[in-house]
């Protein structure tokens, strides 16, 4: 092969590249013709969609957030009524059991809270008995230990304490009410 044939194929190579490229920048700017052909109409009508678009999310947003602020309110109301029936509840139980203490079934309740100490800890010389200032005089009746007054016993009942072993029980009606009080604040059933 000489070189004009060489430089002939040449030639003919770099045509067929340059026509593949006019090919791909005509289908470019046909398509760019096409694109810029459009009317004002479908322009303004994408516009238009796309802030409805926004719209409906800002909306839906401010729903949420309102459904949200509403839920919590009805829950707070729910928990606060629920806090004032349970306060009314044991307010009503304890005037109940201000009463009992001040009826006659009141001394058989000492002796039976006296006999469950002695199931729990050895009531002998080194327990003390702790009662209400108004209950030391009926206590000390009632056992050889010492009695001593507690002023931190509010409703009624005993608490006692081995010394020897640093042993603690309560049986006063504060405790039991206190418990009662808790147990019933954490029922699954009362849970919103």
């Known amino acids: 092969m ?20 006019a090919k791909s920048i005509i289908a470019d700017m046909r398509s760019k013709k096409a694109a810029a052909g459009r009317t004002q ?26 459904m949200s602020k509403c839920d919590y309110d009805m829950k ?23 009463s009992f203490v001040d009826s006659a079934e009141y001394e058989s309740f000492l002796r039976r809270s006296l006999e469950k100490i002695r199931a729990s800890i050895a009531i002998d010389s080194a327990t003390v008995i702790y009662a209400r200032p108004c209950d030391v005089d009926i206590v000390r009746t009632m056992t050889s230990c010492e009695v001593t007054s507690d002023s931190n016993i509010q409703l009624g009942g005993l608490r006692a304490m081995c010394r020897v072993k640093n042993v603690l029980c309560d049986v006063t009606l504060d ?16 849970s919103l």
């Open 41 to 66: 109409e479908e322009i303004d009508a994408k516009v238009t969609l796309n802030g409805i678009k926004t719209e409906i999310t800002r909306s839906r947003t401010a729903f949420r957030k309102e």
């Open 175 to 190: 405790v039991a009410l206190q418990e009662e009080m808790r147990a019933f604040a954490d029922k699954s059933e009362l």
């Open 2 to 21: 000489d070189n004009n044939a060489k430089l002939e194929l040449f030639r003919q190579a770099i045509q067929e590249q340059a026509d593949a490229e």
């Open 76 to 98: 707070k109301s729910v928990l606060m009524y629920r806090s004032k029936l349970i306060s009314e509840f044991f307010d009503d139980i304890e005037a109940k059991l201000k």
